[in-house]
């Protein structure tokens, strides 16, 4: 049966059906933190359809069985859930291993009769999702060659999709390469562009929270709302993947991707209705309506930001120039901090404000909605001490969303103060989340393309970001430092400032 790829309402899903992943990059650090515990936690929980196997492509001779115990290892590090050798040993019985370079051509006809012997064993019905966790220098001889084996049609009435990970592109320019490199083995609708923050739970409540109830959408506007903060702070530092993080700094690692798809949940249109590209389509349309920089913009809008060494939690770490793989002399950044405008009817001249940062003194992400104050009469009056109406949807740790609202002190005197209505996942719903990787990949096995990006989605976020990654090239904006442990650079709290507003407190 196809899957419907239509989510309808609430409660139904697509059908994942079987399939063979072929990882490629299986050696690498993200099937061993993510994807594997991924899917076991899904075979733990009843959701991994049966038959459902895993072959990891990669370089480096090893058999199934040391392939299988080196993953058991790290699952075990990994998982959100302890794992059980017996739901392991069932789960492993369907982990493979292949051994090929990317560039060697036979080692597709190899797979692709390896696949189609894993059809005739596990009944994957010729449905395989190709998932490419290597760099992306090796994506172009990865899709040449599985075109050139065929394995990139549908066979056997089965279906043939490819996940592809960040970074995807650096710039416009390149973003548009490899969505053409994409594009020549794989239709739009076989590709799904992973950003795993789609995948979390709160992000994919921000929908529901908007569109499932009545109460927010009259006053999600400029008329009712002051500003908008998103921030996703990092206690950690740039760990093993220095060599990486140099050729792309946290505008580039974090909010051309991530921050942008939050930000669009949050500033979106409601959808005409639940289809992957409905949502999608208006999506596309707030990155489009973000005003793009000039130089001097950038050099007035956006921070720059550097860690030098500093504590976390009382632990001395280095700086980001002292990192392994980091040029001594670095102008990467690690802290972006930026003012937002989206030039359309809904959002006229509300600043979004956006703040990532690695080596910050706790690590939490969420957006916060802050509201215009009272009128000035009554209780606000003179402009007393009344705060803003903030809605906070934390979208990690502690999962929930909170409104704070003025209420009197008890007491015979009027004194009034902000208190908090909370609503958190773990207490309302008793269950711990599933991480994201879990909900993405069960959705690529559907058909389900609403959780990730489309092509123009993210080429459109390139060319916001392009206008500040020009901006930066042409000088503005220097680099600011911050040690490891605070906050940021102070230029980030003066950028509020000058608009009379402070960061909010985490
Ligand atoms: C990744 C970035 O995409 O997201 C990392 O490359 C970052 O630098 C990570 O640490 C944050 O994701 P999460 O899910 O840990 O908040």
Redesign the pocket.
């Known amino acids: 049966m196809m899957a419907n790829p239509l989510r309808e309402g609430l409660t139904t899903r697509a059908v994942p059906q079987p399939c063979a992943i072929v990882i490629f990059g299986a050696t690498g650090d993200l099937t061993h933190r993510k994807l594997i515990p991924a899917l076991y936690n899904l075979a733990a929980d009843g959701e991994l359809p049966p038959g459902t196997t895993v072959v990891g492509f990669a370089r480096r001779p090893k058999t199934d069985e040391e392939f299988r115990e080196e993953l058991k290892e790290t699952t075990k590090k990994f998982s959100r859930q302890t794992v059980r050798d017996d739901i392991w040993s069932s789960f492993a019985a369907g982990l493979f291993y292949h051994q090929s370079d990317f560039e060697d051509e036979s080692g597709y006809t190899s797979l692709a009769r390896q696949l189609d012997d894993i059809d005739a064993k596990r009944g994957t019905r010729g449905n395989r999702l190709f998932y490419f966790a290597a760099a992306p220098e090796q994506f172009e001889p990865i899709l040449k060659n599985l075109k050139a084996a065929g394995l990139n049609e549908s066979k056997n009435g089965g279906w043939s999709r490819v996940i592809v990970e960040?970074p995807f592109g650096r710039d416009l320019a390149s973003a548009r390469e490899l969505n053409g490199i994409v594009a020549s083995s794989f239709s739009e609708e076989q590709t799904y562009r992973i950003d795993?923050?789609l995948g979390?739970e709160t992000a994919q409540n921000i929908l529901v929270l908007r569109f499932a109830n009545a109460i927010f959408e009259p006053i999600w506007n400029s008329r009712y709302i002051d500003h908008v903060q998103i921030t996703?702070a990092?206690t950690?530092g740039?760990e093993a993947?220095g060599g990486y993080?140099e050729t792309?700094g946290a505008l580039r690692?974090?909010v051309q991707?991530?921050m942008l798809q939050l930000l669009c949940l949050v500033a979106m249109e409601p959808p005409t209705d639940l289809r992957a590209d409905s949502i999608r389509d208006e999506k596309l349309k707030v990155v489009r309506s973000l005003r793009r920089y000039d130089v001097e913009q950038v050099a007035q809008f956006v921070v720059r930001g550097q860690y030098t060494a500093g504590a976390i939690n009382g632990t001395d770490v280095p700086g980001y120039r002292q990192e392994e793989k980091v040029d001594p002399n670095s102008t990467t950044e690690t802290y972006v901090a930026l003012r937002a405008i989206i030039d359309n009817w809904r959002w006229s001249e509300v600043p979004i404000y956006i703040r990532v940062g690695?080596r910050l003194p706790k690590?939490a992400?969420e957006i916060s909605v802050h509201f215009k104050r009272a009128p000035q009469v009554l209780f606000n009056r003179n402009n007393a001490e009344l705060g803003q109406n903030v809605l906070v949807i934390r979208i990690?740790p502690d999962e929930g969303i909170s409104l704070r609202t003025m209420a009197k002190i008890p007491g015979s005197s009027l004194r009034i103060e902000p208190v908090k209505m909370d609503f958190r996942y773990g207490t309302s719903f008793g269950k711990a989340s599933p991480e994201?990787y879990e909900r993405l990949l069960l959705d690529a096995m559907s058909g389900d393309a609403t959780l990730f990006a489309r092509r123009d989605e993210v080429e459109e976020a390139w060319a916001f970001i392009d206008t500040i990654e020009n901006g930066w090239a042409r000088g503005a904006d220097p680099l600011t430092f911050y040690p490891a442990g605070t906050w940021g650079p102070e230029e980030a709290d003066e950028l509020l400032a000058r608009d009379g507003r402070s960061w909010r407190r985490l």
């Open positions: 960040k795993h923050f979390k996703a990092e950690l740039v993947r993080y792309a690692d974090m991707n991530h690695k690590s992400t990690q994201a």
